[in-house]
């Protein structure tokens, strides 16, 4: 807050149905516009005013949406605290596997991120935009990004700090206006826009329909022998409407579930499940 790394620590307790949550943040917030702030990114990070009440509604009445449904249930949306953080966020899983891209998160992190020692190690913050533009394309190249996601993430990290771009501005776009505007973005193309708009606006019915991951899953799911291309995974969200994008995130989930890379705890709302590993580094939102 105000230029200071910040760490944000959240625990829940409570029951599924009246569940609580307890934020701790070092540094404590010295001002009621730091408090607001931490409970906007909490808000967005959690989704904690989203109302999943026609989610459910929805998923009752359909056979195949609610056993999935249940399985995840209580899993509210997350969506990046910046527009910014979810498009380097693409950048960075761009044709790569999950894990892969997140690795690749950590190492920016590690190195444009600012440092926080704690007594339980070193943890970095997500780079912002000056962070990122202060470094020589050489650094990123070393870590393991491609020239083209080198180039388009200085491109853009120059441009919002010399107020070229406001990025944020997006969110209050409605979608076709969004979506063009994401994909003027270099290095955007069709599956880094839906995922923008998704991860970063909360548009929580837009499916990214080129995720190849997600159509293998939603596949699977139907019971098809093939994965899906982007028109059938269109047609095969329609019912769904206006929650494709929750049907993605349950699919993922269940997707990280049957690989192992969730486990049980009596401390989050519903399912019970928490991500084991594909965890990013941890984040400071100031």
Same mark, same amino acid.
């Given at each position: 807050m105000a230029g200071r790394p910040t760490e944000l620590a959240v625990r829940q307790a409570g029951s599924p149905a009246a569940p609580s949550l307890t934020v701790t943040a070092t540094p404590? !917030?010295?001002?009621?516009?730091?408090?607001? $702030?931490?409970?906007?990114?909490l808000d967005r990070l959690l989704g904690l005013r989203v109302d999943l009440t026609d989610w459910y509604r929805l998923a009752t009445y359909d056979a195949r949406l609610r056993p999935l449904a249940? +399985?995840?249930? =209580?899993?509210? #949306? !997350?969506?990046? #605290? +910046?527009?910014?953080?979810?498009?380097?966020?693409?950048?960075?899983?761009?044709? %790569?596997?999950?894990?892969? =891209?997140?690795?690749?998160?950590?190492?920016?992190s590690t190195i444009a991120g600012a440092r926080v020692? +704690? #007594?339980? &190690? +070193? @943890? *970095?913050?997500? !780079?912002?935009?000056?962070d990122i533009a202060r470094l020589p394309p050489e650094r990123y190249r070393a870590i393991g990004l491609s020239h083209q996601k080198v180039r388009a993430l200085l491109e853009l990290a120059n441009a919002i700090v010399r107020r070229e771009l406001d990025l944020e501005s997006v969110a209050v776009?409605?979608? !076709?206006v969004a979506r063009e505007r994401l994909l003027?973005?270099? &290095?955007?193309g069709r599956w880094s826009a839906e995922y923008v708009m998704l991860r =970063?606006? =909360?548009?929580? @019915?837009?499916? #990214? &329909?080129?995720d190849v991951g997600a159509q293998k899953r939603m596949a699977r799911w139907l019971g098809r022998p093939q994965s899906l291309d982007y028109a059938e995974v269109r047609r095969a969200v329609t019912p769904w409407q206006p929650y494709a994008g929750l049907? *993605?995130?349950?699919?993922?989930?269940?997707g990280l579930k049957q690989a192992g890379a969730l486990e049980s705890t009596h401390e989050t709302v519903g399912s019970g499940a928490? %991500? $084991?590993? *594909?965890d990013h580094p941890r984040r400071s939102p100031g």
């Open positions: 404590r !917030p010295r001002t009621v516009l730091e408090r607001r $702030r931490i409970r906007l990114i249940e +399985t995840f249930r =209580g899993m509210k #949306p !997350p969506r990046f #605290p +910046t527009v910014f953080e979810a498009v380097v966020n693409a950048f960075a899983c761009q044709q %790569l596997s999950l894990e892969v =891209g997140l690795e690749l998160l950590n190492r920016l020692e +704690t #007594p339980h &190690g +070193t @943890h *970095y913050a997500f !780079p912002a935009e000056r776009e409605d979608d !076709p003027e973005l270099r &290095g955007v =970063g606006l =909360g548009r929580l @019915h837009v499916f #990214p &329909g080129d049907v *993605y995130f349950h699919l993922l989930l269940d928490r %991500l $084991r590993r *594909y």
